[in-house]
């Protein structure tokens, strides 16, 4: 079972940055594509990045195009979600999954196809 454990959650000021981080617990994200997705108050979850297992595919929300940044590191023990020029509406319960054997552009942003899930850090952006 893998647990995803995520970081760097917090509250920020409009135009300012901040890095999540998505660990496994316990093993690596080896062969395993890494979404992000947001959950604000009263609205449903919806995808924000994703990245496939090699690194070599990225794939972007059209709100967050331009300003976010989702990567991996070379060692595949964790992804990235790099938030830049954040806006009060970025602010959201932000979750990290994994996915086994993600392939297909069209899955990337769909969370039902995502196995595994982190515990969702809160990111506030104040105006």
């Known amino acids: 079972q893998v647990q995803l454990v995520e970081t760097g959650g917090g509250l920020v000021q409009a135009g300012d940055s901040l890095r999540l981080s998505c660990g496994a617990s316990?093993?690596?994200?080896?062969?395993?594509?890494v979404g992000w997705f947001r959950q604000a108050p009263g609205k449903e979850r919806e995808f924000v990045a994703a990245i496939d297992w090699s690194g070599q595919r990225l794939f972007y929300a059209d709100s967050v195009k331009g300003r976010f940044t989702i990567s991996r590191d070379n060692d595949n023990t964790e992804g990235y979600l790099q938030m830049n020029s954040l806006k009060p509406e970025d602010t959201a319960v932000y979750y990290c999954?994994?996915?086994?054997?993600?392939?297909?552009?069209?899955?990337?942003?769909?969370?039902?196809?995502?196995?595994?899930w982190g515990q969702g850090p809160q990111v506030t952006v104040s105006s």
């Open positions: 999954g994994a996915a086994i054997g993600m392939k297909y552009s069209n899955t990337f942003n769909d969370l039902t196809k995502y196995d595994y």
């Open positions: 316990g093993c690596t994200l080896y062969k395993l594509a």
